[in-house]
């Protein structure tokens, strides 16, 4: 029903930016909320950031909060994730997540529908 695109990761010193994209086409009325997740090697999918399609609330992970931002442009069906100044520990691959749920809580990876491939960011020291 959605099908979801991510991109913009790529490789960046510490203290660098980078702006993820996610791009969701199909039967985007059905979507609530937009989510970033991300999953370094060896550990589990995380929650990093999720947006309200109608109202755009949000909601952010304490480890990213004041460096990271989630935006969205309903007309283009597009989030966006501004990740500033980033640490090595950031370095994962980051996942766009839809969720149909409709639930005011937006953390949870068992609660989205449906996923994208991801896109790979890395930051030196």
């Known amino acids: 029903q959605v099908q979801l695109v991510e991109s913009g990761g790529g490789l960046v010193q510490a203290g660098g930016s980078l702006r993820l994209s996610c791009a969701a086409s199909?039967?985007?009325?059905?979507?609530?909320?937009m989510g970033w997740f991300r999953q370094a090697p060896g550990k589990e999918r995380e929650f990093v950031a999720a947006i309200k399609r109608i109202g755009g609330s949000t909601n952010y992970a304490d480890s990213v909060k004041g460096r990271f931002t989630i935006s969205r442009d309903n007309a283009k069906n597009t989030v966006y994730l501004q990740m500033n100044s980033l640490k090595p520990e950031d370095t994962a691959a980051y996942y766009c997540?839809?969720?149909?749920?409709?639930?005011?809580?937006?953390?949870?990876?068992?609660?989205?529908?449906?996923w994208g491939r991801g896109t790979q960011v890395t930051v030196s020291s």
């Open positions: 997540a839809a969720d149909r749920g409709y639930s005011q809580y937006l953390g949870g990876v068992d609660q989205y529908d449906w």
């Open positions: 199909g039967g985007t009325f059905l979507i609530d909320a």
